[in-house]
């Protein structure tokens, strides 16, 4: 300590000289402050007039306009948010004020590229901290080592120099949070960038948090209705559950997640759509789409394009995390989606190899795991004593050549508690969505489906598996027995009901009528090509013929054995209208 304290050099700014009286008091304020006298050099400085700056190694003490500036804005600041008297509040504040020596820790630009600025003399400078440049530029401390710091920039780094100075905010990166956020577009720092007025949030959130604990968790044991007949009988999705959306480019990973919002309409459930390194005209023509079903009432978009800086893809998923937080921690149910995080980990990975960590598999550090584990483990079911909100994370990754043993693909379906495997031969084929079954799990299972979805479902994911096996050995011989036939055309007619265009959610009682009577094999007589024609007319019948059984399985989520023959007969009496046969 000592050392370092006589290597200290003490210097005075000001526009005019300081007098002795003056002087001997800085000399006794260095003396109390460091345990011993030192010398003073003295610097002249014109802006700051009426006052003194003085600099001792890394700290910096401020007695001038600015400096106390500095100290009224940081003190209102600090007045309580959400207050309906804010004007008192303000004058008292005023009232109550009163200037100090401004004290903060200072640092130097040793170099700066690439989004990545290293600095010296921000010894006490912390994890996820807020620095502020010369220029007015924010960054973050990303990489803290014995000499230096390594901070990412929010901000052109064409604005910071070497030889620039930083200061210490003492203030985590965070995000501003709000009701008003639902239904705009924002980058990750909370700014909104589609054109219309200023958002006026309502709090302030850090990107970085810890992820509730078990004792503040609740079972994941309701659903998060996809409207994706495929996932809602096999891989049902639970309130608070994470769920990865995985397969190759092009194979309609993004359509799961957009089908998944807009069945959202009407169930109050905020969605989060965080767009990490895509095109904007990609993104642009994603909202149209939301608009035109009126998706985006209740969804918020945070966008980092493929042209932002890496430092902006990194934080965008965390922010759009701390978005869904603040629902949550009010009750609400929220739906985040993060598209993808191969993207983020590629980001990730270009800070780390420029701050000059060690690359490890795939290039990628070490610490990469705990990238995502940190974010996707903040998706919970909160208990009751915590209000009893949700979220719902279904994390996107792209595979290459449908390679799931790659690094990134691995890590994220160890972390989250299931995963749609989105298949390339399937989407080819035609079938949409392209899932495979074989490969495709959720580990919460049955627990998140209501009683009337778990009994029409019934054994259709076995038969599935039987009709792809069979399919494989079909092609080598064309002698097939009644047996075998029937079991292929029945497999391909399930086939196609499992087909489902874009934007074109099913209600649950619609799926639970096309689950019980392609259970009952009502379909085997009819041509497999006209199966999806025949579906949709009957359930069409049903929402206006039979809506009282439609509403109650709707309303209650419950089916019972009378209400199942009811709806066979029911598609009986339909299908005997038909003039389609075989």
């Known amino acids: 300590m000592s050392s370092k304290v006589d290597a200290l050099k003490a210097i005075i700014y000001s526009s005019a000289a300081p007098n002795d009286t003056q002087l001997k008091r800085f000399k006794n304020f260095l003396a109390n402050k460091y345990g011993r ?35 009224f804005k940081e003190a209102l600041e600090n007045i309580p948010e959400q207050q309906e008297n804010v004007i008192s509040l303000i004058r008292e504040t005023l009232d109550n004020w009163t200037p100090s020596v401004y004290e903060e820790e200072t640092g130097v630009v040793l170099t700066v590229g690439d989004g990545i600025a290293t600095v010296s003399g921000l010894a ?75 958002i006026v949030p309502q709090g302030y959130r850090a990107i970085e948090s810890p992820a509730p604990g078990i004792i503040d968790r609740q079972p994941v044991n309701k659903p998060m209705e996809t409207g994706i007949l495929t996932i809602d009988s096999m891989f049902p999705i639970g309130r608070g559950q994470r769920e990865l959306i995985i397969g190759d480019r092009q194979t309609g990973k993004t359509a799961v997640a957009l089908d998944t919002i807009v069945n959202q309409k009407g169930k109050d459930v905020i969605c989060i759509y965080v767009a990490i390194g895509q095109k904007s005209s990609s993104v642009a023509q994603l909202v149209n789409n939301l608009k035109k079903r009126g998706a985006m009432d209740y969804t918020i978009v945070v966008f980092a394009s493929a042209s932002d800086p890496a430092p902006l893809q990194y934080i965008a998923p965390y922010s759009g995390c701390s978005i869904g937080e603040y629902f949550m921690e009010k009750g609400r149910d929220v739906l985040i989606i993060y598209d993808d995080l191969s993207k983020h980990a590629i980001a990730y990975r270009s800070l780390s190899l420029l701050l000059g960590r060690s690359p490890g598999r795939e290039a990628y550090p070490g610490d990469v795991f705990y990238l995502h584990s940190r974010l996707l483990e903040r998706a919970a079911h909160l208990s009751d004593e915590k209000g009893g909100g949700s979220m719902t994370a279904l994390p996107i990754v792209e595979t290459q050549a449908g390679d799931v043993s790659a690094y990134i693909p691995t890590n994220i379906i160890s972390i989250t508690d299931g995963q749609i495997f989105l298949e390339s031969d399937l989407f080819f084929e035609g079938q949409r969505p392209a899932v495979n079954v074989g490969l495709s799990v959720s580990r919460v299972g049955g627990a998140a489906q209501t009683k009337a979805m778990k009994k029409a479902t019934g054994t259709l994911r076995l038969d599935l598996s039987q009709y792809r096996e069979m399919e494989v050995f079909t092609q080598f011989s064309s002698d097939l027995d009644e047996a075998t036939k029937n079991t292929l055309t029945y497999g391909q007619g399930l086939m196609q009901l499992l087909r489902q265009p874009q934007y074109a959610p099913y209600s649950q009682a619609e799926q639970v009528v096309i689950l019980v009577t392609s259970g009952a094999r009502l379909f085997i007589e009819y041509p497999v090509k006209k199966i999806r024609e025949i579906v949709k007319g009957m359930l069409a019948y049903f929402n206006e013929e039979r809506h009282d059984i439609m509403d109650k399985i709707n309303k209650t989520g419950h089916m019972s054995d009378d209400d199942r023959d009811y709806i066979i007969k029911s598609a009986k009496e339909y299908l005997s209208t038909l003039e389609i046969k075989k």
Not at 37 to 45: A, D, G, Q, S
Not at 128 to 154: P, R, T
Request: with cysteine; charged share 30%.
């Open 37 to 71: 006298e030192m010398e003073v050099e003295w610097v002249k400085n014109d802006d700051l007039e009426g006052g003194f700056k003085l600099e001792v190694g890394t700290e910096t003490y401020e007695w001038s306009s600015l400096g106390r500036l500095r100290q």
């Open 124 to 198: 006490g400078a912390t994890y996820g901290e807020i620095l502020v440049f010369e220029s007015g530029i924010k960054g973050m401390a990303l990489d803290l080592q014995e000499d230096y710091v390594g901070c990412i920039l929010f901000d052109d780094d064409a604005l910071v120099y070497e030889g620039s100075y930083v200061r210490r905010t003492h203030k985590t990166a965070g995000v501003p949070v709000g009701d008003d956020y639902v239904g705009r577009i924002v980058n990750p720092l909370g700014e909104a960038i589609d054109g219309l007025e200023d």
